[in-house]
Nanobody, 115 residues
Framework: QVRLVESGGGLVQAGGSLRLSCSAS????????MGWFRQAPGNERELVAT???????NIADSVKGRFTVSRDNAKNTVHLQMNNLQPEDTRAYLCYARIGSFEYWGQGTQVTVSS
């Protein structure tokens, strides 16, 4: 069983920064993609950023240049550095991991950006 636990969310003023972290435990051997999605109430989840085990990244256009994703394969952790946050970034941010065809999700951590 795989468990993903996020940390680092909170309230920040526009222009500020936050760093999210996600720690994976359980049967984590072979994680290929890890990353982050975000979701507002009543809306679908949207990709923020993913990173493969080799370090290849996929960043959403809406956050490109402001957000950076990184991972530590040895520790099964993935991080999201968010700079120049804006009110439209207010969402629940969910950690994501994929092993083969199996997908796993964290519970989410709330990021709220005040104007």
């Amino acid at each position: 069983q795989v468990r993903l636990v996020e940390s680092g969310g909170g309230l920040v003023q526009a222009g500020g920064s936050l760093r999210l972290s996600c720690s994976a435990s359980g049967s984590t051997v072979g994680f290929f993609y890890m990353g982050w999605f975000r979701q507002a109430p009543g809306n679908e989840r949207e990709l923020v950023a993913t990173i493969s085990s080799s370090g290849a990244t996929n960043i959403a256009d809406s956050v490109k240049g402001r957000f950076t994703v990184s991972r530590d394969n040895a520790k099964n952790t993935v991080h999201l550095q968010m700079n120049n946050l804006q009110p439209e970034d207010t969402r629940a941010y969910l950690c994501y991991a994929r092993i083969g065809s199996f997908e796993y999700w964290g519970q989410g951590t709330q990021v709220t950006v005040s104007s």
